[in-house]
């Protein structure tokens, strides 16, 4: 029995409120390849909502969001029981460390600093879809 290539591909749900960067990490995910499938939030509530009805993947999520900032966001979706095992790569305007051990604490599978090149992100997601298999099949 064969499968449509429809069948295999991975959502990765962006959660950024600005919509030009959301563009871009969906440009730089989807340019060489056709697994994917690009879904996106334009803020936190309903990135966890998209998440929660969309079970996505991965997630890439921006730090500075108006209303809930995106270590909330990691919070709120880690504590979740349908959303605790998707893996959040976490994005963030600072090269300062202390923020990217926030990421870290609020359950996020990599921090990138902003602006970042597209195979680094391409290669962040790859490992977080990577973990994120590995869990299913732990769970499995």
């Known amino acids: 029995m064969s499968e449509g290539k429809e069948s295999v591909r991975k959502k990765v749900l962006i959660i950024d409120?600005?919509?030009?960067?959301?563009?871009?990490?969906?440009?730089?995910?989807?340019?060489?390849?056709?697994?994917?499938?690009?879904?996106?939030?334009?803020?936190?509530?309903?990135g966890i909502q998209r998440a929660r009805a969309e079970q996505p993947a991965a997630i890439i999520l921006d730090v500075m969001m108006p209303k809930m900032d995106g270590y909330?966001?990691?919070?709120?979706?880690?504590?979740?029981?349908?959303?605790?095992?998707?893996?959040?790569?976490?994005?963030?305007?600072?090269?300062?460390?202390?923020?990217?051990?926030?990421?870290?604490?609020a359950g996020a599978v990599a921090c990138l600093t902003k602006p970042y090149q597209r195979?680094?992100?391409v290669n962040c997601v790859d490992m977080a879809l990577a973990s994120g298999e590995r869990a299913r099949r732990r769970l499995a």
């Open 119 to 121: 195979g680094t992100l």
């Open 17 to 46: 409120d600005e919509e030009d960067l959301c563009l871009l990490a969906a440009h730089a995910l989807t340019m060489d390849r056709t697994d994917l499938e690009v879904i996106s939030a334009r803020d936190g509530q309903m």
């Open 72 to 105: 909330e966001v990691c919070r709120r979706l880690k504590a979740d029981p349908t959303t605790r095992d998707i893996p959040v790569v976490m994005l963030t305007a600072s090269s300062d460390s202390q923020l990217s051990q926030k990421a870290f604490d």
